[in-house]
């Protein structure tokens, strides 16, 4: 009974230093990607979007808003 409960806590705490390498190296990911500029403005020769909206029809929804 020794035995098998000293195997349950070695794989325990295999399993716990695991879950917190793999937890860092997210954490590390999400960060790299938080650097990543997706939404910056477009430059040089980009073409630029007109938005038209219809001031007269009384409905958003039928709008798209």
Request: net charge negative; hydrophobic share 50%; with cysteine.
């Amino acid at each position: 009974m020794e035995k098998h409960a000293k195997e349950v806590v070695k794989i325990f705490i295999w399993f716990m230093l695991g879950a917190c390498f793999f937890t860092v190296c997210l954490y590390f990911i999400y960060n790299e990607f938080q650097e990543i500029h997706r939404y910056d403005l477009p430059e040089g020769p980009a073409m630029k979007v007109i938005e038209e909206r219809i001031s007269w029809f009384p409905f958003n929804i039928l709008k798209g808003e």
